[in-house]
Protein backbone atom coordinates (compact mmCIF):
# COMPACT_ATOMS: atom_id res chain seq x y z
CA UNK A 1 0.00 0.00 0.00
CA UNK A 2 2.66 2.25 0.78
CA UNK A 3 5.30 3.04 3.53
CA UNK A 4 2.48 1.51 5.95
CA UNK A 5 0.93 -1.87 5.57
CA UNK A 6 -2.54 -0.49 6.32
CA UNK A 7 -2.77 2.47 4.93
CA UNK A 8 -1.01 5.54 2.96
CA UNK A 9 0.07 8.41 4.55
CA UNK A 10 -0.16 12.16 2.82
CA UNK A 11 -0.35 15.50 3.73
CA UNK A 12 -2.01 18.51 2.46
CA UNK A 13 0.20 21.73 1.24
CA UNK A 14 -1.62 24.68 1.27
CA UNK A 15 -1.86 27.56 -1.15
CA UNK A 16 -0.17 30.72 1.04
CA UNK A 17 2.82 28.25 1.64
CA UNK A 18 3.03 27.11 -2.10
CA UNK A 19 3.18 30.90 -3.38
CA UNK A 20 6.49 31.54 -1.00
CA UNK A 21 8.92 28.79 -0.04
CA UNK A 22 12.18 28.77 -1.09
CA UNK A 23 13.38 25.10 -2.45
CA UNK A 24 15.92 25.59 0.65
CA UNK A 25 12.73 26.34 3.27
CA UNK A 26 11.05 23.21 1.91
CA UNK A 27 13.98 20.85 2.08
CA UNK A 28 14.28 21.98 5.96
CA UNK A 29 10.68 21.53 6.94
CA UNK A 30 10.78 17.75 5.19
CA UNK A 31 14.02 17.05 6.41
CA UNK A 32 11.80 17.77 9.97
CA UNK A 33 8.87 15.81 9.05
CA UNK A 34 10.57 12.82 7.55
CA UNK A 35 12.66 12.22 9.79
CA UNK A 36 9.29 11.51 12.16
CA UNK A 37 6.64 10.37 9.60
CA UNK A 38 6.89 7.86 7.07
CA UNK A 39 5.18 10.42 3.90
CA UNK A 40 4.00 8.36 0.88
CA UNK A 41 1.62 11.50 -0.70
CA UNK A 42 1.34 15.18 -0.38
CA UNK A 43 -1.72 17.13 -2.23
CA UNK A 44 -0.17 20.11 -3.33
CA UNK A 45 -2.55 23.20 -3.46
CA UNK A 46 -2.47 25.91 -5.50
CA UNK A 47 -5.20 28.11 -5.13
CA UNK A 48 -7.04 29.29 -1.54
CA UNK A 49 -8.03 32.72 -1.97
CA UNK A 50 -4.19 33.42 -4.18
CA UNK A 51 -3.03 31.46 -6.99
CA UNK A 52 0.94 30.23 -6.95
CA UNK A 53 2.64 30.52 -9.84
CA UNK A 54 3.73 27.46 -12.23
CA UNK A 55 7.25 27.50 -11.18
CA UNK A 56 6.13 27.33 -7.24
CA UNK A 57 4.41 24.22 -8.10
CA UNK A 58 6.69 22.39 -10.52
CA UNK A 59 9.41 23.29 -7.84
CA UNK A 60 7.39 21.52 -4.97
CA UNK A 61 5.92 19.15 -6.67
CA UNK A 62 10.24 17.85 -7.83
CA UNK A 63 11.13 18.33 -4.03
CA UNK A 64 8.89 15.98 -3.22
CA UNK A 65 9.02 13.94 -5.54
CA UNK A 66 13.02 13.54 -5.09
CA UNK A 67 11.58 12.41 -2.03
CA UNK A 68 9.82 9.87 -2.98
CA UNK A 69 6.63 11.04 -1.95
CA UNK A 70 3.59 11.29 -4.54
CA UNK A 71 2.32 14.84 -5.40
CA UNK A 72 -1.31 15.08 -6.16
CA UNK A 73 -3.53 18.56 -6.63
CA UNK A 74 -5.96 20.19 -3.97
CA UNK A 75 -7.90 23.14 -4.45
CA UNK A 76 -9.70 25.31 -1.16
CA UNK A 77 -12.68 27.37 -2.79
CA UNK A 78 -12.42 30.39 -0.72
CA UNK A 79 -12.10 33.96 -2.50
CA UNK A 80 -11.30 37.44 -1.02
CA UNK A 81 -13.32 40.57 -2.14
CA UNK A 82 -11.88 42.12 -4.83
CA UNK A 83 -10.33 45.21 -3.85
CA UNK A 84 -12.88 48.21 -4.41
CA UNK A 85 -15.70 45.88 -4.42
CA UNK A 86 -19.00 45.69 -1.77
CA UNK A 87 -17.97 43.11 0.42
CA UNK A 88 -20.45 39.65 0.15
CA UNK A 89 -23.03 38.69 2.93
CA UNK A 90 -20.71 35.42 4.16
CA UNK A 91 -18.79 33.45 6.06
CA UNK A 92 -15.41 32.32 5.72
CA UNK A 93 -15.00 34.22 2.48
CA UNK A 94 -16.75 31.42 0.99
CA UNK A 95 -18.19 32.14 -3.08
CA UNK A 96 -21.05 33.84 -4.07
CA UNK A 97 -22.25 31.25 -6.97
CA UNK A 98 -24.52 34.08 -8.70
CA UNK A 99 -21.51 36.24 -9.16
CA UNK A 100 -19.54 36.09 -12.24
CA UNK A 101 -16.54 37.37 -11.45
CA UNK A 102 -16.52 34.72 -9.03
CA UNK A 103 -17.18 31.98 -10.97
CA UNK A 104 -14.76 32.69 -13.59
CA UNK A 105 -11.82 32.87 -11.11
CA UNK A 106 -12.81 29.81 -9.74
CA UNK A 107 -12.77 27.64 -13.30
CA UNK A 108 -9.51 29.59 -13.78
CA UNK A 109 -7.86 28.14 -10.36
CA UNK A 110 -9.34 24.37 -11.25
CA UNK A 111 -8.46 24.34 -14.67
CA UNK A 112 -5.06 25.36 -13.29
CA UNK A 113 -5.06 22.42 -10.99
CA UNK A 114 -6.06 20.15 -13.46
CA UNK A 115 -3.41 21.05 -15.82
CA UNK A 116 -0.92 20.26 -13.29
CA UNK A 117 -2.18 16.93 -11.72
CA UNK A 118 -3.76 14.04 -12.60
CA UNK A 119 -5.89 14.40 -9.73
CA UNK A 120 -6.99 17.15 -7.03
CA UNK A 121 -9.13 17.11 -3.83
CA UNK A 122 -11.13 20.09 -2.79
CA UNK A 123 -10.50 21.38 0.52
CA UNK A 124 -14.16 21.28 2.78
CA UNK A 125 -14.82 25.04 2.10
CA UNK A 126 -16.95 23.67 -1.17
CA UNK A 127 -20.29 25.17 0.29
CA UNK A 128 -22.02 28.69 0.27
CA UNK A 129 -23.32 30.68 3.01
CA UNK A 130 -23.79 33.82 0.92
CA UNK A 131 -26.80 35.90 1.28
CA UNK A 132 -26.58 38.89 -1.05
CA UNK A 133 -28.86 40.50 -2.65
CA UNK A 134 -28.53 38.08 -6.24
CA UNK A 135 -28.17 35.18 -3.85
CA UNK A 136 -31.51 36.35 -2.16
CA UNK A 137 -33.27 36.57 -5.82
CA UNK A 138 -32.14 33.06 -7.23
CA UNK A 139 -33.55 31.31 -3.93
CA UNK A 140 -36.62 33.15 -4.06
CA UNK A 141 -36.99 32.19 -7.62
CA UNK A 142 -36.01 28.59 -7.43
CA UNK A 143 -38.74 28.35 -4.34
CA UNK A 144 -41.46 29.91 -6.51
CA UNK A 145 -41.08 27.63 -9.30
CA UNK A 146 -40.63 24.62 -6.86
CA UNK A 147 -43.74 25.29 -4.80
CA UNK A 148 -41.41 26.33 -1.46
CA UNK A 149 -43.25 29.08 0.60
CA UNK A 150 -41.39 29.14 3.51
CA UNK A 151 -38.65 30.83 1.95
CA UNK A 152 -35.81 28.34 3.46
CA UNK A 153 -32.20 27.72 1.44
CA UNK A 154 -31.77 24.27 1.86
CA UNK A 155 -32.88 22.95 -1.66
CA UNK A 156 -32.07 25.94 -3.28
CA UNK A 157 -28.26 25.16 -2.53
CA UNK A 158 -28.52 21.74 -2.89
CA UNK A 159 -29.78 22.51 -6.17
CA UNK A 160 -26.40 25.59 -6.63
CA UNK A 161 -24.06 23.17 -5.82
CA UNK A 162 -24.54 20.49 -7.83
CA UNK A 163 -25.10 22.45 -10.96
CA UNK A 164 -21.51 24.52 -9.47
CA UNK A 165 -19.88 20.57 -9.39
CA UNK A 166 -20.87 20.07 -12.79
CA UNK A 167 -20.41 23.23 -14.73
CA UNK A 168 -17.41 25.08 -13.15
CA UNK A 169 -15.76 21.94 -11.57
CA UNK A 170 -15.75 19.05 -13.18
CA UNK A 171 -16.40 20.42 -16.72
CA UNK A 172 -13.14 22.71 -16.64
CA UNK A 173 -11.04 20.36 -15.33
CA UNK A 174 -12.01 16.96 -17.57
CA UNK A 175 -11.72 19.54 -20.89
CA UNK A 176 -7.95 20.75 -19.71
CA UNK A 177 -7.61 17.16 -18.29
CA UNK A 178 -9.10 14.23 -19.67
CA UNK A 179 -7.42 11.99 -16.83
CA UNK A 180 -8.09 14.45 -13.64
CA UNK A 181 -9.69 12.70 -10.69
CA UNK A 182 -11.84 14.85 -8.98
CA UNK A 183 -12.15 14.32 -5.22
CA UNK A 184 -14.60 15.84 -2.91
CA UNK A 185 -14.00 16.27 0.49
CA UNK A 186 -16.92 16.65 3.33
CA UNK A 187 -16.53 18.26 6.54
CA UNK A 188 -17.31 17.27 10.03
CA UNK A 189 -20.39 18.73 10.15
CA UNK A 190 -22.32 16.36 8.41
CA UNK A 191 -25.92 17.83 10.03
CA UNK A 192 -25.28 20.94 7.80
CA UNK A 193 -25.04 19.68 4.68
CA UNK A 194 -28.27 20.31 3.43
CA UNK A 195 -27.93 23.80 4.70
CA UNK A 196 -24.86 25.10 3.09
CA UNK A 197 -25.37 22.82 -0.62
CA UNK A 198 -23.12 19.93 0.49
CA UNK A 199 -25.13 17.11 -1.64
CA UNK A 200 -23.74 13.91 -1.30
CA UNK A 201 -26.99 12.32 -2.33
CA UNK A 202 -26.27 13.72 -5.99
CA UNK A 203 -22.08 14.40 -5.42
CA UNK A 204 -21.63 11.03 -5.20
CA UNK A 205 -23.08 10.21 -9.12
CA UNK A 206 -20.71 12.98 -10.16
CA UNK A 207 -17.24 13.18 -9.02
CA UNK A 208 -15.15 10.02 -8.63
CA UNK A 209 -13.63 9.44 -5.25
CA UNK A 210 -15.12 11.46 -1.70
CA UNK A 211 -13.03 12.05 1.57
CA UNK A 212 -14.02 12.64 5.12
CA UNK A 213 -13.28 15.25 7.16
CA UNK A 214 -12.81 13.22 10.85
CA UNK A 215 -11.44 16.80 12.73
CA UNK A 216 -12.81 16.18 16.22
CA UNK A 217 -9.90 18.66 18.23
CA UNK A 218 -11.24 19.91 21.41
CA UNK A 219 -14.77 19.57 22.52
CA UNK A 220 -15.51 21.90 24.65
CA UNK A 221 -14.15 25.27 23.63
CA UNK A 222 -14.25 24.54 19.99
CA UNK A 223 -17.31 25.81 18.11
CA UNK A 224 -18.15 22.31 16.58
CA UNK A 225 -18.23 20.83 19.98
CA UNK A 226 -17.84 17.28 17.98
CA UNK A 227 -17.82 13.99 20.08
CA UNK A 228 -14.34 12.09 19.24
CA UNK A 229 -16.04 9.07 17.77
CA UNK A 230 -17.42 11.00 14.97
CA UNK A 231 -13.85 9.98 13.67
CA UNK A 232 -14.95 6.33 13.40
CA UNK A 233 -18.77 6.74 12.39
CA UNK A 234 -18.32 9.54 10.14
CA UNK A 235 -15.92 7.10 8.08
CA UNK A 236 -18.22 4.60 8.39
CA UNK A 237 -21.15 6.77 6.80
CA UNK A 238 -19.61 7.67 3.57
CA UNK A 239 -18.03 4.05 3.38
CA UNK A 240 -21.45 2.52 3.84
CA UNK A 241 -22.69 5.08 1.30
CA UNK A 242 -20.32 4.26 -1.91
CA UNK A 243 -17.87 1.33 -0.89
CA UNK A 244 -14.44 1.48 -1.72
CA UNK A 245 -14.93 5.58 -2.77
CA UNK A 246 -13.88 7.00 0.17
CA UNK A 247 -10.24 8.01 -0.24
CA UNK A 248 -9.60 8.42 2.86
CA UNK A 249 -9.91 10.29 6.53
CA UNK A 250 -8.52 14.51 7.30
CA UNK A 251 -7.59 15.53 10.65
CA UNK A 252 -5.46 18.55 11.85
CA UNK A 253 -3.58 19.16 14.90
CA UNK A 254 -5.89 22.72 15.23
CA UNK A 255 -7.34 23.48 18.51
CA UNK A 256 -6.63 20.45 20.56
CA UNK A 257 -4.74 21.61 23.63
CA UNK A 258 -3.92 18.06 25.08
CA UNK A 259 -1.60 15.75 22.77
CA UNK A 260 -4.04 12.67 23.36
CA UNK A 261 -6.79 14.79 22.02
CA UNK A 262 -5.00 15.13 18.67
CA UNK A 263 -3.70 12.01 18.37
CA UNK A 264 -7.09 10.27 19.04
CA UNK A 265 -8.37 12.16 15.98
CA UNK A 266 -5.55 9.52 14.36
CA UNK A 267 -6.64 6.47 16.16
CA UNK A 268 -10.43 6.76 15.54
CA UNK A 269 -9.88 7.73 11.64
CA UNK A 270 -7.59 4.47 11.59
CA UNK A 271 -9.78 2.26 12.89
CA UNK A 272 -12.26 2.35 10.34
CA UNK A 273 -9.78 0.87 8.11
CA UNK A 274 -9.67 3.85 5.68
CA UNK A 275 -7.30 3.73 2.87
CA UNK A 276 -5.74 7.01 3.36
CA UNK A 277 -4.68 9.09 6.91
CA UNK A 278 -4.34 12.81 6.03
CA UNK A 279 -2.68 15.02 7.75
CA UNK A 280 -3.20 18.46 7.75
CA UNK A 281 -1.58 20.25 7.60
CA UNK A 282 2.19 20.08 6.23
CA UNK A 283 3.13 23.43 7.48
CA UNK A 284 1.54 22.77 10.79
CA UNK A 285 3.68 19.39 11.37
CA UNK A 286 6.92 21.38 10.34
CA UNK A 287 8.55 21.99 13.72
CA UNK A 288 5.35 20.71 16.03
CA UNK A 289 5.74 18.47 19.68
CA UNK A 290 2.88 16.29 17.70
CA UNK A 291 4.68 15.01 14.36
CA UNK A 292 7.24 12.42 16.47
CA UNK A 293 4.32 11.67 18.60
CA UNK A 294 2.32 11.29 15.50
CA UNK A 295 4.55 8.99 13.85
CA UNK A 296 5.16 6.42 17.16
CA UNK A 297 1.94 6.03 17.26
CA UNK A 298 1.30 5.61 13.55
CA UNK A 299 3.95 2.69 13.80
CA UNK A 300 2.10 1.20 16.98
CA UNK A 301 -1.50 1.42 14.65
CA UNK A 302 0.03 -0.54 11.73
CA UNK A 303 1.09 -3.27 13.62
CA UNK A 304 -2.58 -3.37 15.65
CA UNK A 305 -4.46 -3.01 12.38
CA UNK A 306 -3.29 -6.22 10.89
CA UNK A 307 -5.13 -7.92 13.20
CA UNK A 308 -8.36 -6.08 12.18
CA UNK A 309 -10.75 -6.75 9.65
CA UNK A 310 -14.12 -4.77 8.75
CA UNK A 311 -15.75 -2.60 11.50
CA UNK A 312 -19.22 -4.13 12.34
CA UNK A 313 -21.89 -2.83 14.47
CA UNK A 314 -25.10 -1.23 15.14
CA UNK A 315 -26.26 0.56 12.07
CA UNK A 316 -27.22 4.06 12.33
CA UNK A 317 -29.62 5.20 9.58
CA UNK A 318 -28.71 8.67 8.49
CA UNK A 319 -30.46 9.19 5.63
CA UNK A 320 -29.70 11.92 3.16
CA UNK A 321 -30.11 15.33 4.20
CA UNK A 322 -30.62 14.73 7.63
CA UNK A 323 -30.68 16.65 11.23
CA UNK A 324 -31.90 16.01 14.69
CA UNK A 325 -30.39 14.61 17.82
CA UNK A 326 -27.19 15.91 16.24
CA UNK A 327 -24.56 13.44 16.86
CA UNK A 328 -26.26 11.37 19.80
CA UNK A 329 -24.84 8.11 17.80
CA UNK A 330 -21.32 9.28 18.76
CA UNK A 331 -21.97 9.76 22.36
CA UNK A 332 -23.59 6.17 22.24
CA UNK A 333 -20.35 4.98 21.30
CA UNK A 334 -18.38 7.02 23.28
CA UNK A 335 -20.34 4.84 26.15
CA UNK A 336 -19.46 0.89 24.86
CA UNK A 337 -22.14 0.31 22.33
CA UNK A 338 -20.15 -0.05 18.83
CA UNK A 339 -22.14 2.02 16.28
CA UNK A 340 -21.51 2.62 12.35
CA UNK A 341 -23.52 4.56 10.26
CA UNK A 342 -25.00 4.64 7.15
CA UNK A 343 -27.08 6.32 4.56
CA UNK A 344 -29.34 3.62 3.36
CA UNK A 345 -31.85 1.84 5.36
CA UNK A 346 -30.00 -0.95 6.57
CA UNK A 347 -33.05 -3.68 6.61
CA UNK A 348 -30.80 -6.86 6.69
CA UNK A 349 -29.15 -5.71 9.65
CA UNK A 350 -29.50 -7.60 12.89
CA UNK A 351 -29.66 -4.29 14.93
CA UNK A 352 -30.70 -1.17 13.77
CA UNK A 353 -30.57 2.51 15.87
CA UNK A 354 -33.10 4.97 14.72
CA UNK A 355 -32.33 8.86 16.20
CA UNK A 356 -34.30 12.10 15.01
CA UNK A 357 -32.12 12.10 12.04
CA UNK A 358 -33.79 8.88 10.57
CA UNK A 359 -37.34 10.16 10.84
CA UNK A 360 -36.35 12.91 8.43
CA UNK A 361 -37.15 9.87 5.51
CA UNK A 362 -41.17 10.28 5.06
CA UNK A 363 -41.28 6.21 4.45
CA UNK A 364 -39.36 5.51 7.89
CA UNK A 365 -42.58 4.05 9.30
CA UNK A 366 -43.60 1.55 6.51
CA UNK A 367 -39.56 0.29 6.68
CA UNK A 368 -39.50 0.05 10.29
CA UNK A 369 -42.67 -1.70 10.18
CA UNK A 370 -40.94 -4.39 7.20
CA UNK A 371 -38.27 -4.41 9.23
CA UNK A 372 -39.76 -5.75 12.62
CA UNK A 373 -42.15 -7.96 11.01
CA UNK A 374 -38.93 -10.33 9.72
CA UNK A 375 -37.37 -10.39 12.74
CA UNK A 376 -35.13 -7.27 13.54
CA UNK A 377 -34.14 -5.60 16.22
CA UNK A 378 -34.43 -1.98 16.27
CA UNK A 379 -33.20 1.00 19.06
CA UNK A 380 -35.07 3.95 18.46
CA UNK A 381 -33.81 7.28 20.89
CA UNK A 382 -36.99 9.29 22.42
CA UNK A 383 -36.49 12.12 19.54
CA UNK A 384 -37.28 9.35 17.30
CA UNK A 385 -40.53 9.11 18.91
CA UNK A 386 -41.14 12.56 19.81
CA UNK A 387 -40.88 13.36 15.83
CA UNK A 388 -43.22 10.33 14.75
CA UNK A 389 -45.78 11.16 17.60
CA UNK A 390 -49.01 11.50 15.99
CA UNK A 391 -48.00 10.39 12.18
CA UNK A 392 -47.99 6.00 13.17
CA UNK A 393 -45.18 5.70 15.46
CA UNK A 394 -48.43 4.76 18.07
CA UNK A 395 -48.72 0.89 15.90
CA UNK A 396 -45.34 -0.14 17.60
CA UNK A 397 -45.69 1.04 21.17
CA UNK A 398 -47.69 2.92 24.00
CA UNK A 399 -45.30 5.78 24.91
CA UNK A 400 -45.82 9.01 24.30
CA UNK A 401 -43.62 12.12 24.91
CA UNK A 402 -46.03 14.90 26.59
CA UNK A 403 -43.16 17.14 27.40
CA UNK A 404 -42.82 16.64 30.78
CA UNK A 405 -39.25 16.72 31.92
CA UNK A 406 -37.46 14.88 35.12
CA UNK A 407 -34.21 14.87 37.36
CA UNK A 408 -32.82 11.43 38.07
CA UNK A 409 -29.65 10.35 40.00
CA UNK A 410 -30.49 7.08 41.07
CA UNK A 411 -31.68 3.73 38.67
CA UNK A 412 -33.06 0.64 38.73
CA UNK A 413 -31.88 -1.84 36.39
CA UNK A 414 -33.52 -5.09 35.70
CA UNK A 415 -31.03 -8.13 35.53
CA UNK A 416 -31.08 -10.25 32.22
CA UNK A 417 -33.93 -12.46 32.26
CA UNK A 418 -35.79 -10.82 34.71
CA UNK A 419 -33.82 -12.29 37.62
CA UNK A 420 -33.78 -9.74 39.82
CA UNK A 421 -33.06 -5.78 40.26
CA UNK A 422 -30.09 -3.53 40.82
CA UNK A 423 -30.30 -0.09 42.18
CA UNK A 424 -27.22 2.07 41.28
CA UNK A 425 -26.87 6.03 42.35
CA UNK A 426 -25.78 8.57 39.40
CA UNK A 427 -22.45 10.38 39.69
CA UNK A 428 -24.70 13.40 39.20
CA UNK A 429 -27.93 14.63 38.54
CA UNK A 430 -29.32 14.34 34.95
CA UNK A 431 -32.23 15.46 32.94
CA UNK A 432 -34.27 13.41 30.58
CA UNK A 433 -37.72 13.51 28.98
CA UNK A 434 -40.55 11.40 30.59
CA UNK A 435 -41.54 8.47 28.15
CA UNK A 436 -45.29 8.26 29.79
CA UNK A 437 -46.37 4.54 28.87
CA UNK A 438 -48.75 1.51 29.70
CA UNK A 439 -47.42 -0.77 32.12
CA UNK A 440 -47.54 -4.63 30.65
CA UNK A 441 -47.68 -3.26 27.58
CA UNK A 442 -44.46 -1.93 27.10
CA UNK A 443 -41.57 -2.76 29.80
CA UNK A 444 -39.21 -0.85 31.26
CA UNK A 445 -35.61 -2.59 31.65
CA UNK A 446 -33.60 0.95 33.16
CA UNK A 447 -35.57 3.32 34.66
CA UNK A 448 -34.36 6.68 36.38
CA UNK A 449 -35.66 7.21 39.94
CA UNK A 450 -36.57 10.62 41.93
CA UNK A 451 -38.07 10.39 45.34
CA UNK A 452 -41.58 8.15 45.06
CA UNK A 453 -41.57 8.19 40.88
CA UNK A 454 -39.60 6.34 37.98
CA UNK A 455 -39.61 6.83 35.13
CA UNK A 456 -38.56 4.72 31.59
CA UNK A 457 -34.87 4.94 30.04
CA UNK A 458 -34.47 1.51 28.29
CA UNK A 459 -38.27 -0.03 27.16
CA UNK A 460 -38.92 -2.62 25.46
CA UNK A 461 -41.76 -3.29 23.19
CA UNK A 462 -42.35 -6.98 21.06
CA UNK A 463 -43.71 -6.55 17.39
CA UNK A 464 -44.44 -9.16 15.33
CA UNK A 465 -41.12 -11.16 15.25
CA UNK A 466 -38.92 -8.56 15.84
CA UNK A 467 -38.21 -5.74 19.10
CA UNK A 468 -38.59 -2.24 19.23
CA UNK A 469 -35.81 -1.12 22.05
CA UNK A 470 -36.33 2.87 23.36
CA UNK A 471 -33.32 5.04 24.79
CA UNK A 472 -34.37 7.40 26.39
CA UNK A 473 -31.71 10.54 25.65
CA UNK A 474 -30.72 13.13 27.94
CA UNK A 475 -31.50 16.62 27.14
CA UNK A 476 -27.95 17.28 27.52
CA UNK A 477 -26.08 14.42 25.40
CA UNK A 478 -22.81 14.09 27.48
CA UNK A 479 -24.93 13.15 30.59
CA UNK A 480 -24.56 9.89 29.38
CA UNK A 481 -21.09 9.80 30.76
CA UNK A 482 -23.12 10.36 34.11
CA UNK A 483 -25.29 7.18 33.47
CA UNK A 484 -23.27 4.48 36.05
CA UNK A 485 -21.31 1.49 34.49
CA UNK A 486 -24.50 -1.03 36.07
CA UNK A 487 -26.77 1.24 33.31
CA UNK A 488 -24.65 0.72 30.60
CA UNK A 489 -23.62 -2.73 31.32
CA UNK A 490 -27.63 -3.38 30.83
CA UNK A 491 -27.85 -1.12 27.49
CA UNK A 492 -24.41 -3.10 26.07
CA UNK A 493 -25.82 -6.31 26.91
CA UNK A 494 -29.12 -5.78 25.31
CA UNK A 495 -27.21 -5.29 22.09
CA UNK A 496 -24.26 -7.29 21.66
CA UNK A 497 -22.18 -6.45 18.04
CA UNK A 498 -21.45 -10.30 16.98
CA UNK A 499 -22.21 -12.04 20.04
CA UNK A 500 -19.29 -9.58 21.94
CA UNK A 501 -20.15 -6.99 24.79
CA UNK A 502 -18.39 -4.72 27.36
CA UNK A 503 -18.80 -4.41 30.92
CA UNK A 504 -17.26 -1.41 32.00
CA UNK A 505 -18.07 2.57 33.28
CA UNK A 506 -18.64 5.31 30.59
CA UNK A 507 -16.60 6.65 28.02
CA UNK A 508 -14.83 3.25 26.58
CA UNK A 509 -15.32 2.45 22.84
CA UNK A 510 -15.83 -1.23 21.93
CA UNK A 511 -14.55 -1.44 18.01
CA UNK A 512 -15.84 -4.95 16.44
CA UNK A 513 -14.52 -6.62 13.14
CA UNK A 514 -16.13 -9.00 11.19
CA UNK A 515 -12.92 -11.34 11.82
CA UNK A 516 -13.12 -12.05 15.52
CA UNK A 517 -11.08 -9.03 16.43
CA UNK A 518 -12.17 -6.45 18.23
CA UNK A 519 -10.60 -3.05 19.99
CA UNK A 520 -11.05 -1.59 23.05
CA UNK A 521 -10.23 2.27 23.75
CA UNK A 522 -10.69 4.63 26.70
CA UNK A 523 -10.71 7.90 26.01
CA UNK A 524 -8.49 10.69 27.87
CA UNK A 525 -10.57 12.67 29.51
CA UNK A 526 -11.37 14.30 33.04
CA UNK A 527 -12.55 11.21 35.42
CA UNK A 528 -11.63 8.43 33.13
CA UNK A 529 -9.25 6.17 35.20
CA UNK A 530 -7.29 2.82 34.65
CA UNK A 531 -9.88 0.17 35.47
CA UNK A 532 -10.16 -3.26 34.79
CA UNK A 533 -13.37 -4.30 32.50
CA UNK A 534 -14.86 -7.48 31.22
CA UNK A 535 -15.57 -8.46 27.70
CA UNK A 536 -18.49 -11.24 26.99
CA UNK A 537 -17.89 -13.01 23.58
CA UNK A 538 -20.01 -16.16 23.39
CA UNK A 539 -18.41 -19.28 21.60
CA UNK A 540 -14.82 -17.72 22.82
CA UNK A 541 -12.01 -19.86 23.84
CA UNK A 542 -9.22 -17.77 24.69
CA UNK A 543 -8.84 -14.04 23.85
CA UNK A 544 -4.96 -13.29 21.95
CA UNK A 545 -3.48 -9.62 21.83
CA UNK A 546 -1.70 -10.38 18.14
CA UNK A 547 0.75 -7.27 18.31
CA UNK A 548 2.01 -8.02 21.33
CA UNK A 549 5.54 -8.99 21.46
CA UNK A 550 5.06 -11.93 24.21
CA UNK A 551 1.99 -14.11 23.19
CA UNK A 552 0.14 -15.11 25.82
CA UNK A 553 -3.35 -16.14 25.83
CA UNK A 554 -6.18 -14.72 28.48
CA UNK A 555 -8.01 -17.71 29.83
CA UNK A 556 -11.82 -16.63 30.48
CA UNK A 557 -12.51 -15.68 34.28
CA UNK A 558 -15.74 -17.72 34.11
CA UNK A 559 -17.83 -19.27 31.72
CA UNK A 560 -21.95 -18.79 31.78
CA UNK A 561 -23.62 -21.12 29.66
CA UNK A 562 -21.65 -20.22 26.25
CA UNK A 563 -20.66 -17.04 26.99
CA UNK A 564 -17.13 -16.73 28.36
CA UNK A 565 -16.27 -13.40 30.36
CA UNK A 566 -12.84 -11.98 30.40
CA UNK A 567 -11.19 -9.41 32.34
CA UNK A 568 -8.74 -6.64 30.31
CA UNK A 569 -7.49 -3.57 31.57
CA UNK A 570 -8.38 -0.69 30.15
CA UNK A 571 -5.91 2.66 30.51
CA UNK A 572 -6.78 5.88 28.73
CA UNK A 573 -4.77 6.93 25.95
CA UNK A 574 -4.28 3.05 24.98
CA UNK A 575 -5.83 0.91 22.55
CA UNK A 576 -5.42 -2.95 22.07
CA UNK A 577 -6.51 -5.25 19.66
CA UNK A 578 -7.66 -8.71 21.08
CA UNK A 579 -8.49 -11.56 18.84
CA UNK A 580 -10.95 -14.32 19.52
CA UNK A 581 -9.73 -17.64 19.80
CA UNK A 582 -12.60 -19.82 19.09
Known amino acids: MGNYRNFTLATYFVAHAAARVTRQELEDQLDFVLRHLKLDKVYLEPWRGELASHEQIEMIKEVFQNHGVHVSGGLTTVILTPEGETPKARLFDTFCYNDP ?6 REAVTFTASHFDEFIIDDFFFTNCTCADCVRERDRFNQQNGIKDGSWEKYRLDLLRRVSIEDILKPAKEVNPHCRVIIKYPNWAESYQETGYNPADQRKLFDMLYTGTETRDPVT ?30 DNFDTHITEHYLEQAYLTAFSRPKELMVFCFQSMADHMYTPALGYQLEKLDRTLDGAGTPAGIVCYLPDHCQGEDNVQDFLGMNGLPIVCSPYFPAKEKQILLTRSSACDPDILEKLNAYLSTGGTAIVTSGFMEALQGKGIERFTSIRLRGRQATVDRYRVEEENGRGYLYPFGKKPVSLPVPEFRNNSTWAVVKGMHDEESYGMLLKDNYQTGCLWTLTVPDAYPDFYR ?33 DSLIVYPYVMEGVQRQVIRLHVRGAKALTIPAARRQKAIEPLYMRGDEAVFEVNAVPGQYVLYHIER
Open 483 to 515: LPATVWNRIRQAFPVNEVWMEGSSRISLFVYDN
Open 101 to 106: KMLARL
Open 222 to 251: TDQHLPRYLSFSLMTYFENMWPDHNGGGWF
